[in-house]
């Protein structure tokens, strides 16, 4: 079982930038992947970035070029940094952590962008 503690969520502008951490109590080389996902009201969660034990990444094609996810093994922590942001990134956000076959969650950060 893993526990996972987001942060880093709030207000910015279009433009701006953000970074979400996601604290996991477990050290990640017990997890297989880490990823960020998001949802929208109204719409079903999907993935944004995913990386693995590994350091392979995958994104989504609506945030290529503008998020970056990374990990930092010695603080058992997952980041993804958001820049060039735009309203339709307005999301709740949550760290997944695939233990394979178990997915455990975070308890979301909201990310609202807006002028």
């Known amino acids: 079982q893993v526990h996972l503690v987001e942060s880093g969520g709030g207000l910015v502008q279009p433009g701006g930038s953000l970074r979400l951490s996601c604290a996991a109590s477990l050290s990640l080389f017990s997890i297989y992947a880490m990823g960020w996902y998001r949802q929208a009201p109204g719409k079903q969660r999907e993935l944004v970035a995913v990386?693995?034990?590994?350091?392979?990444?995958n994104y989504a094609d609506s945030v290529k070029g503008r998020f970056t996810i990374s990990r930092d093994n010695a603080k058992n922590t997952a980041y993804l940094q958001m820049n060039s942001l735009k309203p339709e990134d307005t999301a709740v956000y949550y760290c997944?952590?695939?233990?394979?076959?178990?997915?455990?969650w975070g308890q979301g950060t909201q990310v609202t962008v807006s002028s």
């Open positions: 997944n952590a695939n233990l394979k076959p178990v997915d455990y």
């Open positions: 990386i693995t034990s590994t350091g392979t990444t």
